[in-house]
C-alpha cells in the first residue's frame, strides 16, 4: 500500500503550509497587541518572510486539508475551552503542569490572529480539501 503525507491544517494550530501575505497587508495592527508590541511591524515582516523562505521548504506532502474554523473568535473560545479541561484534569491530578488563566489564553491567542485570518480567507482557494466546521466544531461542509 503507497504511504501519502497529508496535512491537516486547522485555524491557530497548523501554519505549515500557510502562504505569506502580501507586504501591504502587514502595514496594519491586526489586534491591540501588535500595535503596542509590534508598531513598527518588525515581527510581522519577519514570520511572513519565514513564510516566504525556509519555513516553505520544511514540509513535503502529497495532499492539504483545511479544517476552517468559522471565525477568529471561534478559535478563541475552542482553546479556552481546551485550557479549562487542562485546568480540569490538574485539579483532579489526572495531570501536572499549569493551565493558562483566561486573560493569558486571550493574549496567547492574539499572536495567532494575523495569520489565522489569512488561511481562513486564502487557503480556501487552494487546498486539497476544505472542511468547514460550525462553532460547535461540527462538519458543515
Known amino acids: 500500500m503507497e504511504q501519502?503525507?497529508?496535512a491537516e491544517s486547522g485555524g491557530a494550530g497548523c501554519?505549515?503550509?500557510?502562504?505569506?501575505q502580501p507586504d501591504e497587508a502587514l502595514e496594519t495592527p491586526v489586534n491591540a497587541l501588535e500595535d503596542d508590541e509590534d508598531p513598527d511591524g518588525i515581527w510581522r515582516r519577519y514570520a511572513n518572510g519565514a513564510l516566504r523562505g525556509h519555513y516553505r521548504g520544511l514540509f513535503n506532502l502529497d495532499?492539504?486539508?483545511?479544517?476552517?474554523?468559522?471565525?477568529?473568535?471561534?478559535?478563541?473560545?475552542w482553546r479556552l475551552q481546551q485550557e479549562h479541561a487542562l485546568a480540569a484534569d490538574i485539579a483532579a491530578g489526572r495531570r501536572g503542569g499549569r493551565a493558562m488563566s483566561d486573560a493569558e489564553v486571550a493574549r496567547f491567542i492574539r499572536f495567532y490572529q494575523r495569520l489565522t485570518g489569512h488561511i481562513l480567507r486564502e487557503m480556501p482557494g487552494w487546498a486539497d480539501l476544505v472542511v468547514r466546521l460550525d462553532a460547535d466544531r461540527k462538519v458543515i461542509s
Open 63 to 77: 495532499a492539504l486539508i483545511l479544517l476552517a474554523a468559522p471565525s477568529f473568535d471561534a478559535v478563541y473560545r
Open 4 to 6: 501519502r503525507r497529508v
Open 15 to 20: 501554519y505549515d503550509h500557510a502562504r505569506p
